[in-house]
C-alpha cells in the first residue's frame, strides 16, 4: 500500500524559503511510470497544482510559480521535496504532496494527508 | 494554460437524487479529464479517470462522460457519504489545472 507523508514548519516568514518534505512508503520514487508532485490549497478555496518529478529527474512546474519553485527527488530517502522561494501571504495553504499515474491519463491516485503553513512575521 | 469552468460551483439536492456536475474547457482535450472528491480537512480523493473510467474502489454509482471540450461527473442516487465537493481536472498539458469546484450539500 502506497503512502504519502508530508512534513515540513508549519509557519514560515515572509521573503523566506518554505521547504517541505514529501516522505514516501510503499513505492520507490525511483521507479518509472509515476510523477510526484505537489499541489496546494488555500484555506476555503479550490486547488492549485504546483508542480512535479519525473524518476527521470526531469520537472514541470506551474507557469504562475516556475520562478519560485524547486522540486527535488532523493531516491536514498525515497522522498520528494518542496521548495518555494520570497513567500508571502498569498503562500499560505494546505500543501500536498500526491502520485500521479502515468498510464492513467497522469490522475492523481495517492495524496497524502496534507499539511499546512501560514506565511506571517 | 487550459481554463477549467465548472458548474455548477455549488448545488443542495436530496438523498437518492441524481446530480451532474459540467467541466467545461477552453480547447479540446480528447479525454483527459479526472475528477475527484474531497471532504472537509481530507485530501481529495480520485473518481474518476480518463473522463469515464471509475478507479478501483469507487461505487458503481459515479461515473463520468464527455469528450473534447465538455465533461460531466453524474452521481446516480446520492448518498450521505457523497455530500463533499468535487474537482475537474485536465492532465492534457504538462502543467495540470483544476476546475474550480462543486459543493455538493444536502
Known amino acids: 500500500q502506497v503512502q504519502l507523508q508530508e512534513s515540513g514548519p508549519g509557519l514560515v516568514k515572509p521573503s523566506q524559503t518554505l521547504s517541505l518534505t514529501c516522505t514516501v512508503s510503499g513505492a520507490s520514487i525511483s521507479k518509472g511510470g509515476y510523477y510526484w508532485g505537489w499541489i496546494r490549497q488555500p484555506a476555503g478555496k479550490g486547488l492549485e497544482w504546483i508542480g512535479r518529478?519525473?524518476?527521470?529527474?526531469?520537472?514541470n512546474y506551474s507557469p504562475s510559480l516556475k520562478s519560485r519553485v524547486t522540486i527535488s527527488g532523493d531516491s536514498s530517502k525515497n522522498v520528494i521535496s518542496l521548495k518555494v522561494s520570497s513567500v508571502s501571504a498569498a503562500d499560505t495553504a494546505v500543501y500536498y504532496c500526491a502520485r500521479t499515474m502515468t498510464g492513467h491519463n497522469d490522475a492523481m491516485d495517492v495524496w497524502g494527508q496534507g499539511t499546512p503553513v501560514i506565511v506571517s512575521s | 494554460d487550459i481554463q477549467m469552468t465548472q458548474s455548477p460551483s455549488s448545488l443542495s439536492a436530496p438523498v437518492g437524487d441524481r446530480v451532474t456536475i459540467t467541466c467545461r474547457t477552453s480547447?479540446?482535450?480528447?479525454?483527459?479529464v479526472n475528477w475527484y472528491q474531497q471532504k472537509p480537512g481530507k485530501a481529495p480523493y480520485l473518481l474518476i479517470y480518463a473522463a469515464s473510467s471509475v478507479q478501483s474502489g469507487v461505487p458503481a454509482r459515479f461515473s463520468g462522460s464527455g469528450s473534447g471540450t465538455e465533461f460531466t461527473l453524474t452521481i446516480d442516487s446520492l448518498q450521505l457519504d457523497d455530500f463533499a465537493t468535487y474537482f475537474c481536472?485536465?492532465?492534457?498539458?504538462?502543467?495540470?489545472?483544476f476546475g474550480g469546484g462543486t459543493k455538493v450539500e444536502i
Open positions: 481536472q485536465e492532465s492534457f498539458s504538462n502543467t495540470p489545472t
Open positions: 480547447q479540446n482535450i480528447f479525454n483527459y
Open positions: 518529478i519525473y524518476a527521470s529527474g526531469s520537472t
